[in-house]
């Protein structure tokens, strides 16, 4: 009987190991699910018979090294990836690979000790194989037919299965729309099925069905209406500055931890009878983040199903509220970021949503920077704004403007220095609890300094200023935060960031669940540009006939009210966005 080279069995099981580890690092904090299906392990076993053959066939051991330790940067990249964004690394964005650098603290961030099992693993085979192959009658390859054939018939196995839910496409699809399956694509068909399934939604075409697909669903969607009527005495908004604070949730608004206010500034704005105040705007991003924020408040859109729509079709038309203030409001368009305008591509995005000027990285000073890859802190982003309106270099006098900032401190790892700080904490809050208040009280004191500012101009009184945060901040740490007994009832369990509008027409408090998408409809409202032609996925919340809950973009549901019909209307609203974006609806029309 032919002896086969154990070295093919080692490397084998070693390159199936990694990919169970990475499923189960994957499913502990979504779903053990995919377990129980048979593409979990037809998939795995074909992509490691693939990844064997130079070894297997051609007793290329340090090519199939070199393969593994690949395969080891692969899946830990997706881990770290996933651990913000929950989601596998969409295809296009390993051409922004270049963004890594920005974000050093993040990345680092986003290790754990236990990733070390995937080098590990491959150093520790490599090291039995030195010691294996030295044994003479070990060194007979793998025989060919009887290889072939196994991989043949796994590939046969998958494939009658997949074929019974529709095809390849049709499968992934419902996997990412199921409610407890929504994160598991790149578990039940690996990273590589992940980025297949990606190259072939780039490749897809509209058809009449999808079109049909879109319109009906739109023309089912509740009418929007107005609700700041011209009679109303003094509600005109000629003026829209947008303040997006990275990572700002809800729940370090009106709290004191061990005596210590964590927001004093914005809780003064609460208190306003001018302010409109929603707690509970439910984070609906994905991978793209902070420019999905954009995408939701500007536009009304939800973002792709999979990768970063702003990469990936930045000359797609776009309605948006800037456009809507020009063709109205006759404004110029501003943005204002301390980053560079190629991260997430947001340079093109921007100017497809209407915005004329573009202040970014190298028109701000490195003052008041910190941080792994140092960028401009908010306290001295806001200031040097300031500076840009007192001068006339944006917001000139007599102009209209629509005026977006993005700040940049609340990203993770929120680690402040220690000269900005304002708040400490005993030993017994947890760490990244404290340094994320921490963090939120220096950017409240800047965005509290800014707003006064703003209050001191004479346009104040035609301004509309909106605050909130872009999107969650704490991701996989907020279970262990809530668990804390000295973050129990303090850090919420929900993902949830504020709505704040400054100088509103309309002051209220709305306590109940919201998306981030209604913020678009309710924008318009507040600016009296109800008869904008796209009033957005969304519902605005000025309307009493508003259903009280959101669907996350894991699908997960909060708030309450509603019915099966209700929630299942509101989720397909990913795919028809998806959709929208993809085949650039607006612009067909």
């Given at each position: 009987m032919t002896k086969i080279d154990k070295s093919v069995l080692i490397f084998g099981i070693t390159i199936f190991l990694k990919f169970i580890l990475f499923d189960v690092l994957w499913c502990i904090p979504t779903t053990f699910a995919p377990f129980s299906s048979i593409e979990f392990y037809t998939t795995k076993l074909i992509a490691t018979l693939i990844l064997l053959i130079p070894y297997a066939f051609f007793k290329l051991w340090k090519t199939e090294t070199i393969i593994m330790f690949l395969l080891d940067a692969l899946l830990i990249a997706n881990l770290m990836y996933f651990r913000t964004y929950y989601t596998a690394i969409p295809l296009n964005s390993y051409g922004l690979s270049g963004n890594l650098a920005d974000f050093t603290g993040s990345v680092v961030d986003s290790l754990r000790w236990y990733d070390l099992f995937f080098p590990l693993s491959t150093i520790a085979t490599v090291l039995i194989h030195l010691r294996t192959k030295k044994t003479p009658h070990l060194k007979r390859p793998a025989p060919v037919l009887p290889y072939l054939g196994t991989l043949a018939a796994i590939i046969c196995i998958f494939t009658i299965v997949t074929l019974t839910k529709g095809g390849f496409k049709a499968a992934n699809a419902k996997v990412r729309q199921a409610a407890y399956l929504c994160s598991s694509g790149a578990t039940m068909y690996t990273v590589f099925g992940s980025l297949c399934y990606d190259l072939m939604n780039q490749q897809a075409e509209l058809t009449p069905e999808v079109q049909k697909e879109i319109e009906d669903w739109l023309a089912q969607k509740p009418k929007h209406e107005i609700a700041v009527p011209d009679s109303?005495?003094?509600?005109?908004?000629?003026?829209?500055?947008?303040?997006?604070?990275?990572?700002?949730?809800?729940?370090?608004?009106?709290?004191?931890?061990?005596?210590?206010?964590?927001?004093?500034?914005?809780?003064?704005?609460?208190?306003?009878?001018?302010?409109?105040y929603a707690p509970h705007v439910l984070t609906q991003v994905k991978g793209g983040r902070s420019i999905d924020a954009q995408l939701m408040l500007c536009t009304g859109l939800l973002p792709l199903n999979s990768g970063t729509y702003s990469s990936q079709y930045p000359n797609h038309v776009y309605p948006s509220l800037q456009k809507a203030m020009r063709e109205k409001k006759q404004s110029r368009n501003y943005l204002l970021t301390i980053d560079k305008v190629s991260t997430w591509n947001q340079g093109p995005i921007a100017y497809s949503f209407g915005i004329d000027t573009i202040l970014a990285y190298h028109d701000f000073k490195l003052t008041e920077a910190f941080g792994t890859h140092k960028r401009t802190g908010d306290g001295s982003f806001f200031a040097?704004?300031?500076?840009?309106?007192?001068?006339?270099?944006?917001?000139?006098?007599?102009?209209?403007?629509?005026?977006?900032?993005?700040?940049?401190?609340?990203?993770?790892?929120?680690?402040?220095?220690?000269?900005?700080?304002?708040?400490?904490?005993?030993?017994?809050?947890?760490?990244?609890?404290?340094?994320?208040?921490?963090?939120?009280?220096?950017?409240?004191?800047?965005?509290?300094?800014?707003?006064?500012?703003?209050?001191?101009?004479?346009?104040?009184?035609?301004?509309?200023?909106?605050?909130?945060?872009?999107?969650?901040?704490?991701?996989?740490?907020?279970?262990?935060?809530?668990?804390?007994?000295?973050?129990?009832?303090?850090?919420?369990?929900?993902?949830?960031?504020?709505?704040?509008?400054?100088?509103?027409?309309?002051?209220?408090?709305?306590?109940e669940v919201m998306g981030q998408i209604d913020m678009y409809p309710t924008l318009l409202n507040l600016l009296q540009l109800d008869d904008y032609y796209w009033t957005g996925l969304g519902e605005s919340i000025l309307n009493p006939d508003k259903k009280r809950f959101a669907v996350g973009s894991q699908m997960n549901v909060e708030g309450e009210g509603y019915t099966q019909e209700e929630v299942d209307f509101a989720k397909e609203a990913y795919e028809v966005s998806d959709q929208i974006i993809h085949f650039n609806y607006f612009g067909r029309k």
């Open positions: 109303c005495s003094g509600s005109q908004r000629n003026n829209c500055i947008i303040i997006f604070a990275e990572s700002l949730e809800s729940w370090v608004l009106e709290k004191e931890v061990e005596g210590q206010e964590i927001t004093p500034y914005l809780n003064k704005l609460l208190k306003d009878s001018t302010t409109l040097q704004c300031q500076e840009k309106i007192s001068k006339g270099e944006i917001w000139k006098k007599g102009e209209n403007a629509y005026i977006q900032f993005i700040t940049y401190s609340g990203h993770a790892p929120f680690i402040l220095p220690e000269h900005l700080r304002e708040v400490s904490f005993s030993a017994d809050i947890p760490e990244k609890m404290g340094s994320y208040m921490t963090t939120a009280r220096y950017t409240d004191k800047a965005i509290g300094k800014f707003v006064e500012y703003l209050k001191t101009l004479p346009q104040y009184k035609e301004t509309l200023i909106v605050i909130t945060g872009d999107h969650e901040g704490l991701a996989s740490y907020r279970t262990e935060l809530c668990d804390n007994p000295y973050g129990k009832g303090i850090v919420s369990d929900k993902p949830f960031t504020p709505f704040i509008v400054v100088n509103s027409p309309v002051g209220m408090r709305y306590d």
